[in-house]
């Protein structure tokens, strides 16, 4: 069933094992890559294949690349834990390009290349550009994540040449129950200490777990989109009137900003590069190739997830 085999990197982690469950329902052959199969079975539906990897080699897995429909390339260190130190920075970057790396090791090795890779990045690439709307077309912004994005893009951009069809997302902040940013969103809110971080004038661009990983699976399908796509929801708004938003669905008060100066002092880079900051990123080329958001309003997004 190689013409329905799909591979994914990164399978462990919030959007990976969601996808991973939404292809098994459809009748796709998933295989998914994780350092501890053992672990990692919990996560998975029994119909997963789970294949250990090292993170930096097609060692062991290589051969599943053979004929296959699709790998989608998820992996990399979380951007979203701990500060910044000079060590985490180099495991974010280091973990992006050896998993991108390993990728091209695969497709170069196969007999039958795959026939598209999808290539996660993140809307981190435009950097903080106030409030200009970001479409696909809008410039490399700079600093620390924006130069990571950019790398971490060009890791795989190889495979063209070899014929795969590649597919660059641009995710947005993802919002699900079960994990990424929405505990940490939700649970001031819990205890009634929620608010905007900072001024809460930063753009908060934003998608549902069910619409990425919906979007995921139609870029793969869709045999003409090649390029990058941003997935954000077609309506971003400022993080204050998301934490209002918020706020009212769980019956709590939005009173309590964090101070800006608090961030910086306890995350440092992190916080400048983005909790502070944001970009205003429209899906553009995802809309125009015919997607349709399951969730396209902020108010209606957060009662489904609370539901």
């Not at 890559?33 to 294949?51: G, Y």
């Amino acid at each position: 069933m190689a013409d329905k085999r799909v591979l994914i990197t990164g399978a462990s982690g919030f959007i990976g094992s969601a996808l991973a469950r939404e292809l098994v329902v459809s009748g796709y052959e998933v295989v998914a890559l994780t350092r501890n199969a053992c672990a990692s079975r919990v996560r998975f539906h029994e119909s997963v294949a789970l294949q250990e990897w090292d993170g930096r080699t097609a060692a062991g897995w290589g051969r599943s690349a053979d004929g296959a429909l699709a790998i989608v390339n998820l992996a990399g260190d979380n951007l979203a834990q701990g500060r910044w130190t000079r060590a985490k920075k180099e495991r974010i970057l280091r973990s992006r390009l050896d998993a991108g790396a390993a990728v091209v090791e695969a497709v170069r090795a196969a007999r039958t290349t795959p026939r598209v890779l999808i290539q996660a990045s993140a809307i981190g690439a435009y950097g903080h550009a106030g409030d200009e709307e970001l479409d696909e077309s809008a410039p490399a912004g700079t600093g620390f994540l924006a130069d990571v994005v950019r790398r971490w893009e060009d890791s795989t951009k190889v495979v063209e040449s070899l014929g795969v069809r590649r597919a660059v997302v641009r995710s947005g902040l993802v919002l699900g129950k079960d994990g990424g940013v929405w505990p940490r969103l939700v649970l001031p809110f819990r205890f009634f200490a929620g608010g905007p971080l900072g001024r809460g004038r930063q753009w908060f661009s934003w998608i549902t777990l069910a619409d990425e990983v919906r979007a995921v699976r139609f870029l793969i399908e869709c045999d003409g989109l090649a390029g990058t796509f941003n997935l954000t929801a077609p309506r971003p708004l400022r993080q204050r009137e998301f934490c209002r938003i918020l706020a009212k669905a769980l019956k709590r008060p939005c009173w309590l900003p964090v101070p800006a100066l608090f961030l910086r002092l306890l995350f440092g880079e992190k916080a400048r590069e983005t909790l502070l900051a944001g970009g205003r990123a429209v899906p553009r080329r995802l809309a125009a190739a015919g997607f349709e958001f399951r969730h396209p309003d902020a108010a209606a997004a957060v009662a489904a997830i609370l539901r």
